[in-house]
Every structure is written in C-alpha cells, then in structure tokens.
C-alpha cells in the first residue's frame, strides 16, 4: 500500500456535529496513526487525486478544530461574563 493511501487509512472525515473533547480525542487517534505511517515511510511520488484527497480531508480537520476552539472560546467567555454578575 502506497504512502499516500496509508495516510487517507488514517485520515477519515472529521466526526460531525460532535463536542470539543470528542473531536479533540478523535483527532488525537489521527494524529498518532500517521505519526506511525511517517515514522517508517519513505519519499515516494503520489497520485494528483489522492494527494487532493488528503489534502481536503486535513483542511476539514483543521475547519473542525477551529470551529471547536471557536464554541470552547465562547462558552468560557460566556462564563466570565456570569461570574461578573454575581
């Protein structure tokens, strides 16, 4: 198996609709999975459709990440606003 099909193996779409922590711990399991495929790979040519396969599947991560970082932003400061109340 190729380098570039192993790592759209350990590359799915991102979960959706799907808490912070979930997300988090989802793409943790992501990330260690190709830690691996790298850690042994060698420098091999790929094919123009699957690297723009990749390509999209690590951007919807990365728009996933931010939109979490965006709802935990939010909610904590959400709860300064409401300790400021009290």
Request: charged share 20%; aromatic share 4%; no cysteine.
């Amino acid at each position: 198996m190729s380098l570039i099909d192993q790592l759209l193996d350990a590359t799915p779409a991102p979960p959706a609709g799907e808490d912070p922590e979930t997300l988090l711990a989802a793409f943790a399991e992501v990330e260690a999975a190709r830690a691996t495929i790298l850690a042994t790979a060698t420098r091999e040519p790929a094919s123009t459709e699957l690297r723009a396969l990749l390509l999209a599947r690590e951007a919807a991560w990365q728009q996933a990440l931010v939109s979490a970082q965006a709802e935990v932003g939010g909610a904590l400061i959400g709860t300064h606003r409401l300790r400021q109340y009290r």
